[in-house]
């Protein structure tokens, strides 16, 4: 017995190390749903079980889909079994709702941001610097102290907010600092550290759409125009082509409610089944503090999750898996031979890059008949930028023996919008495969909340 304990979990310390190198997508579906029957069924093969459950419900969505009863009817699942792969199965569900997916309202215009920022300086008598993190589409997804001095300080580097745009995946960034006592304007240290912290955050792809100044209920932001950036971003181009002027605070921004949504009390409940419950819900807390909504917290690295988890070395890499799951139970609904529709490709690109904090680009493959092929990931590149590799592209296409194909990529937390380099990359990568004989049928652009397509035979009859 004791030998066959060693042996089970030195199996299951290999699965693990794989996991954490190589992700999700070397695994089959078996294999993703035998490591998540790790943290509840301890010192015994899950192998058999896991197998037995896909074969007995059909699928990864049919065994996250599944009532208790139907679980503990499959021989090898108790009830504690049962109850833990129903709660995998509610987080799964709600990534994708609405309410949660769905980030607070973008705010891309100047008084909507100058009035937020007084609400969070309100009250404050010695100086303080702060930054607004945003996504694409203008929507903030974090505010964090950056100093307690204004921004001309000594103290106020570009290496904070670097940091910070990085952990909470944001590619916009306002800055603002108040002058408690006046004047209203900026100095000429503030000018020279904003100049330099603009063109450190643009080295590392962060735009800095406007630094304010705040003194009491007033406000003026100090950039006539965004520098670069927002030719690529809509919402930014609206932000920038606001006027800009000093300002007086008319209504205050309410704060946000205390109230933790229900995903919080899902992991908490989930990560109980394998580390003591007052950590399980310690963890969950400062998972929400991080990341606001579910599916930011699935795109976030292993390493940044050990980082905030301290000494939770367990539930960094259960994150990790319960991405590579969620992802997988959308991608398996299409397989080899499976006409490809609209709705059905839609919903297996969200799966495709659900948990993918860096933009990527995919070459979907299909037959003459519209019949799917294959997938093949044709390179990864920043969070707001990728570029296709002709050659690349050329040979997936001609080993996967596709006759005509679709292009997918993701705006990490972005909007679906395509910006002007989509289209024209379009276009280009349209004329390539066609030189080779593949018709391209679109460009998808994907983000948390769905896909969008480019219709590739439109553009084409625009540009010739």
Not at 170 to 194: E, K, M, R
């Amino acid at each position: 017995m004791q030998d066959n304990e060693k042996l089970h979990t030195g199996h299951r310390q290999r699965m693990k190390k794989k996991l954490a190198v190589h992700e999700h997508t070397i695994f089959a579906t078996y294999e993703l749903l035998e490591m998540l029957l790790y943290y509840i069924i301890p010192y015994r093969d899950t192998k058999p079980t896991a197998k037995r459950l896909l074969a007995e419900l059909g699928s990864l969505d049919g065994v996250l889909s599944a009532t208790p009863a139907e679980l503990t009817a499959v021989s090898g699942v108790g009830a504690r079994t049962a109850e833990f792969i129903s709660q995998v199965g509610r987080v799964c569900s709600l990534c994708f709702m609405p309410t949660y997916t769905s980030l607070p309202t973008p705010t891309d215009r100047y008084e909507t941001v100058g009035e937020l920022l007084v609400s969070l300086f309100d009250g404050r008598r010695s100086s303080v610097t702060y930054a607004l993190f945003l996504d694409n589409s203008m929507r903030p997804v974090a505010t964090e102290k950056i100093a307690d001095c204004d921004l001309a300080s000594g103290a106020v580097t570009a290496k904070p907010f670097i940091e910070l745009a990085l952990k909470h995946g944001a590619s916009v960034v306002v800055t603002a600092h108040n002058h408690p006592y006046g004047p209203l304007f900026i100095t000429p240290g503030d000018f020279a550290t904003q100049t330099l912290l603009e063109r450190e955050l643009r080295l590392a792809g962060i735009v800095v759409a406007e630094h304010y100044i705040i003194c009491g209920d007033s406000y003026i932001g100090t950039k006539d125009n965004i520098r670069s950036g927002a030719e690529k971003l809509p919402a930014l181009k609206r932000f920038s082509a606001a006027g800009r002027g000093t300002r007086t605070a008319t209504a205050r921004v309410a704060p946000e409610s205390a109230d933790l949504p229900e995903w919080v009390g899902e992991l908490a409940s989930l990560f109980s089944a394998f580390v003591p419950e007052t950590d399980a819900k310690r963890s969950a807390e400062l998972l929400f503090g991080a990341y606001a909504s579910l599916p930011q917290l699935f795109s976030a690295t292993r390493v940044k999750l050990t980082e905030l988890l301290s000494g939770k070395g367990q539930i960094p890499l259960f994150i990790r898996l319960l991405a590579g799951i969620i992802s997988r139970r959308l991608t398996d609904k299409l397989c080899e031979g499976d006409e490809v529709t609209h709705e059905g490709l839609s919903e297996y690109l969200r799966g495709l890059f659900f948990g993918r904090s860096a933009e990527t680009m995919y070459l979907i493959a299909l037959d003459g008949k519209h019949r799917f092929i294959g997938a093949e990931c044709l390179g990864e590149g920043a969070v707001n930028s990728f570029s296709v590799n002709s050659r690349r592209l050329l040979e997936c296409a001609s080993t996967l023996g596709a006759a005509a194909a679709v292009l997918a990529h993701n705006h990490p937390r972005g909007v679906n919008e395509p910006s002007e380099e989509d289209i024209v990359t379009t276009v280009k990568l349209e004329r390539l495969l066609l030189s080779v004989g593949i018709k391209l049928e679109g460009h998808y652009i994907v983000t948390e909340n769905g896909a969008s397509l480019i219709n590739a035979d439109e553009l084409l009859m625009t540009q010739n």
